[in-house]
């Protein structure tokens, strides 16, 4: 019976190649833009995403990871043209920050545009975004044209996802895709960096360290 229950989840779990790229992204795609939750491979873990600006899809990712209201929700994008969607102002330091490490493992933290959900900003007036490094997550967001949600394919307080099943056996059926890449690289998540003020406060210390952020 439990075998047939974990092939039967199985099923929404896509292997991506060269040939199916595209075919894979584009119905993730249409996954998000109809409210779904879509799990990938970014170049450390496993992420969960669902498109910016729906509430609804939102508040079930937010249940689903039973995620603490006052954690905000980072997100990814394909390119710095998106940031305009959800960032009201970028700093100068922000830039040469974006130069040296985008795409790559460094989350920034901007003066977020007004209007966007609390579960994004937590009511900070602030948003977390990056331009994830070769993998899935960049391929996609590219794909999607509008920012995503990034965050790690776990229940809060349980070890990241680094490969599809272990998302699975995570979330079960609550998952509409999942774009298996294979194991990921695992190692440090992203580093968050504050950029809001007039020097850069380092949030987290990642996969960047500090003294490569001394730009």
Do not use: C, Q
């Not at 039973?66 to 830039?95: H, Q, T, V, W, Y």
């Amino acid at each position: 019976m439990a075998g047939n229950v974990v092939r039967e989840l199985k099923s929404m779990l896509i292997k991506i190649n060269d040939k199916n790229l595209s075919d894979v992204l584009e119905r993730a795609v249409k996954i998000l833009n109809n409210g779904g939750i879509v799990a990938f491979p970014t170049e450390t873990f496993y992420g969960l995403g669902v498109k910016f600006n729906i509430e609804e899809s939102l508040r079930r990712l937010y249940e689903l990871k039973r995620r603490p209201e006052d954690k905000p929700m980072p997100l990814i994008i394909g390119s710095r043209a998106f940031l305009s969607m959800i960032a009201a102002s970028m700093d100068e330091i922000a830039e040469p920050l974006m130069d040296k490490f985008w795409p790559g493992p460094l989350t920034l933290i901007l003066k977020a545009k007004k209007g966007l959900s609390s579960y994004l900003t937590a009511n900070t007036g602030r948003i977390a975004v990056r331009i994830p490094g070769e993998s899935a997550a960049l391929y996609l967001a590219r794909e999607a044209g509008f920012p995503i949600t990034a965050t790690s394919a776990n229940p809060s307080g349980m070890p990241p996802a680094e490969d599809a099943d272990a998302v699975i056996r995570y979330f079960g059926e609550k998952i509409d895709v999942v774009i298996d890449g294979g194991r990921t690289a695992g190692g440090l998540p992203s580093t968050i960096v504050d950029v809001t003020e007039e020097s850069i406060r380092i949030v987290r210390e990642g996969a960047i360290t500090r003294h490569l952020l001394e730009i």
